[in-house]
């Protein structure tokens, strides 16, 4: 395990108030495998409010009050480029965070032009790649992502609902700890080969 491994390791275990042994630490290889591990030492309350389902209410309070979405069209699988008019991108997405006082995922310059390359830097080596517009996530998308974002404020780790909370905070952990954005750690990816964590 490399220094931001280590790092992250303790970060998570502060987080949860755990203690994850080094030859279960050994065995992590993906965000999911990270998720799965906590999954194993922390407790849920079942009967809490499912923090995705109210949130997911007012999402569709902002867009039927702001862009006249109906319900039937804001759906948990529709894209985000289908309900947010381009014009407006940049002001309902600032609007959106204000009305819901959250951290929404910050745009790519690709969600302003479609075909800009850009270069990101991992462990110093340049890379070009293309990264996907955050407007071609759907609004499932949003809603976790949104969870990850601000974890501390709506995922209390005394009191989970679910696997998903913690699937949530361990993505919203990587972000702060290692400066990825939200929208580009998937549960499958290989936190050193896909993430570049040493």
């Known amino acids: 395990m490399g220094l931001d491994s280590v790092a992250l390791l303790v970060d998570v275990e502060k987080h949860f108030n755990i203690s994850i042994p080094n030859s279960e630490a050994e065995k992590i290889c993906t965000v999911q495998d990270f998720a799965d591990c906590v999954f ?3 407790s849920f309350r079942p009967s809490q409010k499912c923090k995705s389902q109210i949130l997911i209410y007012r999402f569709r309070e902002f867009f039927a009050s702001n862009l006249d979405i109906g319900r039937n069209e804001f759906t948990p699988n529709k894209k985000l480029s289908h309900l947010i008019p381009f014009n407006e991108l940049k002001k309902v997405w600032k609007e959106m ?3 819901l006082s959250v951290k929404l995922p910050d745009l790519s310059e690709l969600d302003f032009n479609r075909t800009k390359e850009k270069e990101v830097k991992i462990l110093g080596f340049k890379f070009w790649t293309r990264k996907a517009p955050v407007t071609d996530g759907t ?3 949003l809603v976790n992502w949104t969870l990850s974002l601000n974890h501390e404020r709506f995922l209390d780790p005394r ?3 679910s696997r998903a909370d913690i699937e949530r905070i361990i993505i919203g952990i990587i972000t702060e700890s290692l400066g990825i954005p939200v929208d580009e750690i998937k549960l ?4 050193t080969d896909d993430l570049g964590v040493d």
């Open 188 to 191: 499958s990816h290989s936190i």
């Open 97 to 99: 965070e204000k009305h």
């Open 40 to 42: 194993t030492k922390v």
């Open 139 to 141: 609004v499932g998308d």
């Open 159 to 161: 009191n989970l609902f």
